[in-house]
């Protein structure tokens, strides 16, 4: 009975997941800064939480449709590969507003993205980190995309309500 | 049955919470439920490793379970921080009165949810549970009054 087990064995996994966290969080410094802190932090916590969230659903029994790295239960591997996705959730917004997208381009920027996104986890399955038992990998674009749709609806709205908190300061 | 029983108690619980003056911004709800979810989710693994809470067997119980967890949880903390953040302003024994009637609340539902079967908990995992839900109450309201200051020093105010 250990609460957060260590890896079975520190391979492909373990290292993929490492080398995208430190890439990742690197990255996040790097562009320009288009948000205000406390909104982008917001952003990657959402990132960072909702795939907990799925995981802590249908991960584990009754439904059990896939298995995360080495154990089909929570191990540490696990909490650094759910800070993984805080950077991509970033990015999707960052994209978003950098290149200012707006109107029916916003459907094809999602798309996108959530076939950028199904891409890395087809990549993430080959070297152990998703194990899909009962899903597929149309199951996760169809997630990514709405849950991508889900976080520019939310962005947006924490904007607006930044910016008429910071017009009232 | 059950999962009805629990859809309409999360209807109400957020209907209730919709209509209830607020007295926090609303980027601190939306970070204060993320932190929330975030350190429950992971809380719930952890006990779930030691085998000390399981989920049902049951999709229906299932998918009661998340209601529960995934939005009355995170609704009853909004709840309590905006009643600490109130009565912390009167006195800090005040905010603590808040802090142990929210501990209270939460160690009082847990045997419901063992009856209806939602969430089952081993000898003392009903304990640690109530243990673990103290020290995620401390975390909320740590991250809470950090979130504010951080909002603050971003907007220039004293």
Not at chain 2, 97 to 123: E, M
Request: net charge positive.
């Amino acid at each position: 009975m250990n609460p957060l087990p260590l890896p079975k064995r520190f391979d492909a996994n373990e290292w993929s997941i490492i080398l995208s966290l430190a890439a990742g969080y690197a990255a996040l410094f790097l562009p320009r800064r288009l948000f205000p802190f406390p909104v982008s932090l917001l952003i990657v916590l959402f990132g960072i939480t909702v795939p907990k969230l799925f995981d802590a659903t249908l991960a584990v029994p009754p439904f059990e449709l896939y298995d995360i790295n080495d154990y089909p239960k929570l191990e540490l591997m696990d909490v650094a590969l759910h800070l993984v996705y805080g950077p991509f959730a970033y990015f999707f917004i960052y994209g978003y507003a950098r290149f200012r997208i707006r109107g029916p381009s916003t459907i094809a920027w999602i798309v996108c993205c959530s076939l950028l996104g199904v891409g890395i986890e087809w990549l993430g399955t080959l070297v152990g980190v998703y194990t899909h038992k009962n899903w597929n990998l149309l199951y996760s674009f169809f997630v990514y995309g709405c849950l991508q749709g889900l976080l520019l609806v939310f962005s947006r709205l924490w904007l607006r309500s930044w910016e008429t908190t910071k017009k009232r300061a | 049955m059950v999962l009805g029983a629990y859809l309409v108690a999360t209807l109400i619980i957020v209907l209730v919470f919709a209509y209830l003056p607020k007295r926090l911004h609303l980027l601190e709800l939306w970070f204060n439920a993320i932190v929330h979810v975030y350190f429950y989710t992971y809380q719930f693994s952890v006990l779930t490793n030691l085998k000390l809470v399981s989920l049902p067997e049951s999709p229906d119980k299932a998918a009661a379970s998340v209601a529960v967890r995934f939005i009355i949880f995170p609704v009853i903390v909004l709840l309590y921080l905006q009643l600490y953040d109130k009565w912390k302003q009167r006195s800090r024994t005040a905010g603590f009165a808040a802090f142990v009637v929210t501990g209270a609340l939460l160690l009082l539902a847990q045997p419901l949810f063992q009856w209806t079967g939602i969430i089952r908990y081993s000898n003392n995992g009903i304990y640690w549970s109530a243990l673990a839900w103290i020290v995620l109450l401390g975390i909320n309201s740590g991250c809470m009054t950090a979130f504010r200051r951080l909002v603050r020093k971003e907007l220039l105010l004293p």
